[in-house]
């Protein structure tokens, strides 16, 4: 049993037992292994990726809403925070948006080998998962590591149901996102982001940007790739 762990799920109201702590174990053991032979995760000493892999994705439990929710984690790479929230959260339904084809390979497997009923992927970019029946489908989405503010605010919030909010790990520089940031949300019907610092270590410190969705965002949006070309969201 981890004590951060089983800390970081009490901080939210929540209990892990022995079962949850040897699925979270077992992740790991899965993404390591796989990590020898496609690149999951830049992280491959063991006590690094506890911290970094389980004990970051921990953080975003208290700011889920209690009872069954809908999760998507946009650009899941190896799976996290995905898989470890749909752990911690078995009421929680959880999608893995990755549009890499081997990455979303590895991901159904692992899924599969932990016995994870709550979860599926989809093998697309988010652009594409928003033109479907997953657009404004979801309570929560998440992400982490994927882009700036700005493009991740027009790839999440597209999938975000009003009333529902998006979830970003970010680093401590993400007030310089913020400029560009703000236009690009208000756009896409978000509502003001509001910083939450998170200090895991005393020396890892990163921040949770929370981005409620008030508005129904326009179905012009999220534009192709081959439009964005890094073009920030702009009033016309």
């Not at 700011?63 to 898989?83: Q, T, Y």
């Not at 700036?148 to 401590?172: N, Q, R, S, W």
């Not at 236009?183 to 509001?194: N, Y």
Request: aromatic letters at 4%.
């Amino acid at each position: 049993m981890n004590p951060q762990w089983t800390a970081l799920a009490a901080n939210a109201g929540r209990t892990l037992d022995a079962a949850q702590h040897e699925r979270l174990h077992r992740y790991l053991d899965l993404l390591l292994a796989a990590n020898e032979t496609m690149n999951l995760t830049r992280i491959t000493d063991r006590a690094a990726a506890e911290l970094h892999h389980i004990s970051d994705s921990l953080t975003l439990l208290p700011f889920l809403p209690a009872g069954e929710l809908r999760l998507a984690d946009v650009g899941s790479g190896g799976g996290v925070p995905g898989i470890p929230l749909a752990i911690a959260r078995p009421d929680a339904y959880v999608v893995l948006i990755e549009s890499t084809k081997k990455k979303a390979a590895f991901l159904r497997k692992a899924i599969a080998e932990l016995g994870l009923t709550n979860v599926s992927v989809t093998d697309q970019r988010a652009e594409e998962a928003a033109r479907t029946g997953k657009r404004a489908s979801f309570d929560i989405v998440v992400a982490r590591a994927v882009a700036t503010l700005d493009f991740l605010a027009e790839y999440c919030l597209p999938l975000v149901k009003i009333g529902g909010k998006m979830l970003a790990m970010k680093g401590p520089k993400v007030a310089e996102e913020l400029p560009a940031a703000r236009e690009a949300i208000r756009i896409l019907g978000g509502g003001e982001p509001v910083i939450h610092p998170v200090e895991l270590d005393g020396t890892d410190r990163h921040v949770i940007v929370e981005i409620p969705k008030r508005t129904k965002t326009s179905d012009k949006f999220p534009r192709p790739p081959s439009e964005q070309k890094g073009r920030s969201l702009r009033a016309s």
